[in-house]
């Protein structure tokens, strides 16, 4: 078998000892898991963005408040993927706003209602926020854990390559390149698990972060809204 051969990557992963193998079937495990969700948020928060711009629009038209509630509500009872997160934060809003106004029929408290409107707001806020920030945190994880896993089994590999040394009677670069290019294979793996999720995260918690500030944006802004129709 030529050097070539034996140097080829999967000759290399291969013929690592069985703690190197282990290290590089776990990076190669969770770099897949990683893309998953890579992949998966990408699409998330791009719907998220124009459902948010869409919901933005008809809200801003100027039109029924009321018409828009029992929109929401209809779209929300066909599922989540029928309405957007700002839409169920605004129905959220409504239905607890409309809740308190008929419980005070006799004597109508415009702060308890709109007390109540923001904190059903901000609940369903918190749950919105919640799901988009979902598996940022196992991103997160990859980018900084999975260079250490890496190095953890490229030490391990040079240090069974130099012990191999031991009963040679003339160490060569022949004898040790395989072990110690073997071993490099785990750091390879590991930085090309912990290099993307990096950038993904890094990405996506800028773009929940833009979220985030027009969904306290408009709640604010419908609070205000309430607070004069209750006048």
Not at 14 to 27: D, E, R
Not at 29 to 39: D, E, G, Q
Not at 103 to 113: E, H, I, Q, R, T
Not at 157 to 162: A, K, P, T, V, Y
């Amino acid at each position: 078998m030529t050097v070539t051969q034996d140097l080829s990557f999967l000759s290399l992963i291969t013929g690592a000892s069985l703690p190197v193998q282990l290290v590089m079937a776990s990076l190669l495990f969770v770099s897949i898991t990683s893309w998953t969700y890579i992949f998966s948020k990408m699409f998330a928060i791009k719907k998220a963005r124009a459902q948010t711009e869409h919901f933005e629009r008809s809200f801003w038209a100027g039109g029924n408040l009321i018409e828009l509630y029992q929109h929401a509500v209809s779209n929300h009872r066909g599922g989540r993927d029928k309405t957007g997160a700002l839409e169920r934060i605004f129905e959220a809003g409504m239905n607890e706003y409309h809740k308190v106004k008929a419980a005070n029929k006799g004597s109508l408290d415009s702060s308890a209602m709109l007390d109540g409107a923001r904190r059903a707001m901000r609940a369903a806020y918190q749950r919105e926020m919640d799901h988009l920030e979902s598996h940022l945190s196992f991103l997160a994880s990859v980018g900084s854990v999975s260079p250490y896993v890496g190095l953890l089994g490229t030490v391990w590999g040079i240090m069974n390559s130099f012990r191999g040394l031991v009963n040679v009677h003339q160490a060569t670069l022949s004898a040790v390149a395989p072990g110690i290019a073997e071993a490099l294979i785990a750091t390879a793996i590991g930085l090309f698990a912990a290099i993307p999720a990096v950038i993904a995260y890094n990405r996506y918690s800028h773009d929940i972060d833009r979220l985030s500030i027009r969904f306290e944006t408009f709640i604010e802004e419908f609070s205000n809204i309430l607070q004069r129709q209750s006048r």
